[in-house]
């Protein structure tokens, strides 16, 4: 009795080590690879932060390399809009990027919750070998107000937190930093030596031979007064018709989303003294539209809003767009832009027979983040088999919509993303089958109704003239 259970004691421990073991081996990444040279430079100069990173990686491992992971705090992951990765081929002149994928990866036990991206590489490093990657990362609301609101008058001050030790599960054996600010009005900022500041530009490093998740604390006390434009919520509908355009019309709902306006507006200072009253504010935005763009409007709940600038060439239009106030911290303006665009110059055939749409996704206006993006594409009537193409990941249905001449109602793929930021306008497409008969539906009804207009006109006239000869 006594060695049965001390048979089965070893059993589970034998068991509960093997186990751990798998666990850790999958957890813990592979440590063969490490950092040889790595610079980060980023840039506060916007409300949406960018991050590129340079990194030469070394396989110091017997096993070939597929994948380097990027490590990143908890914290900052959910306001990552892009990750980015590319290995640089060729020197100097003949330099080039190859793409790679990117995955969020999770691996548990990792140090401080630490979360990961994994890169693919196409080809595998072996022992002794290097690649050179370019990373762009993309931040959104990162930038913290303080003070958290602001007078009129008052510049806006940000901070930004980091660490001046890039987060890595690699040994890096030497690493520097650069951070550029949009002005030299740096209000504060964490030491670790080396640390200099030379105009815009604060430098941190170069460190020497950190080990993997080496983490050092910072925060950047700046001034920012960019036009914090955040878009809460944008309604695209691009209604395709095949009689010879493309209608959009976009719902805006934006907000200044820096310091809160703290006291009362003042116009009168606002208006004479603009240079100093008012820097936290903005006032004009520009939205970049496709050329050839035409029958452009711009209102909101009042009516049609007049103060608005098209400028348009042979390869892009810009619609300047003024809401009826300045926006200060925390205040919103909903409108609407529509406008009209010449069907072939979007919509093509391909090899297949089948037609498709090919629009650009994301937010015509400028320097823009969009919380929750909601792209709707309206197909002629008879579309079917639609399917969207899109470059990232996107959640996606259909709907139906009917408008008055409709028969059978359009299709609608509705496409939703959230977090998105200027480097998402990027071409997407929406393929379907039709077929040309339901050309004919449009003018069909059109004449249906002219002919029931016409007998109910002949009617009317016959009772009239009876009675008129009673
Ligand atoms: C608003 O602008 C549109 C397009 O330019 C125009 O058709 C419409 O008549 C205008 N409405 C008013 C009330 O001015
Ligand atoms: C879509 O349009 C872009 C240019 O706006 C072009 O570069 C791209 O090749 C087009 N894609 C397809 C599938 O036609």
Redesign the pocket.
């Known amino acids: 009795m006594g060695t049965l259970l001390a048979f089965r004691f070893a059993l589970v421990f034998v068991v509960f080590s093997v186990l751990s073991l798998t666990v850790t081996s999958s957890s813990v990444p592979a440590q063969d690879l490490q950092i040889v040279s790595a610079e980060r430079r980023i840039d506060l100069t916007s409300h949406i932060v960018r991050i590129f990173l340079t990194l030469k990686v070394e396989n110091t491992g017997t096993s070939p390399a597929s994948e380097v992971l990027l490590a990143f705090p908890p914290t900052q992951v959910k306001h990552l809009a892009i990750v980015k990765a590319a290995a640089t081929v060729g020197k100097r002149k003949k330099k080039s990027y190859v793409p790679l994928a990117v995955n969020h990866k999770v691996l548990p036990d990792a140090p401080n919750e630490a979360q990961f991206f994994s890169i693919s590489l196409h080809n595998p490093i072996k022992n002794g070998e290097t690649v050179l990657l370019e990373v762009l990362l993309v931040l959104t609301r990162v930038l913290e107000p303080f003070p958290a609101e602001v007078r009129q008058s008052e510049s806006q001050l940000v901070y930004y937190h980091d660490s001046a030790i890039i987060l890595s599960p690699y040994f890096i054996k030497e690493q520097t930093t650069y951070i550029k600010t949009p002005s030299a009005k740096v209000e504060s900022l964490t030491r670790v030596e080396p640390t200099n500041r030379v105009g815009t530009e604060i430098s941190y490093g170069r460190y020497d031979d950190r080990h993997p998740y080496s983490f050092a604390p910072i925060i950047v006390h700046f001034e920012n007064n960019s036009p914090f434009a955040v878009v809460e919520e944008l309604v695209r509908e691009v209604e395709v018709s095949h009689w010879g355009s493309i209608q959009v019309r976009e719902h805006y709902t934006l907000v200044h989303a820096g310091a809160q306006h703290k006291g009362v507006f003042s116009r009168v200072e606002y208006q004479s003294r603009p240079a100093f009253s008012g820097v936290s504010s903005f006032r004009h935005l520009i939205a970049k539209l496709p050329p050839r763009v035409h029958s452009v409007y711009y209102r909101d709940d009042i009516g049609n809003i007049s103060t608005s600038h098209l400028r348009t060439d042979s390869l892009k239009s810009e619609l300047e767009i003024e809401p009826r106030y300045p926006l200060f911290g925390g205040w919103k303006a909903t409108f609407v832009i529509g406008y009209g665009l010449p069907l072939q110059d979007f919509l093509?055939e391909s090899s297949d027979g089948r037609r498709?749409l090919?629009f650009?996704f994301g937010c015509p206006l400028a320097e823009t983040v969009v919380d929750k993006l909601t792209v709707k594409v309206v197909l002629p009537e008879g579309s079917k088999n639609p399917n969207a193409v899109v470059p990232f990941l996107v959640k996606d249905h259909l709907e139906t919509k009917y408008s008055y001449l409709d028969v059978v109602g359009r299709t609608v793929v509705v496409l939703e993303k959230e977090n998105v930021v200027p480097e998402h306008n990027s071409?997407f497409?929406v393929y379907y089958d039709f077929n040309p008969i339901f050309m004919l539906a449009e003018p069909l009804m059109l004449t249906s109704a002219f002919f029931l207009f016409f007998i109910a006109c002949v009617a009317y006239l016959h009772i009239d003239l009876s009675i008129g000869k009673s």
């Open positions: 093509f498709y090919n650009s071409p497409q």
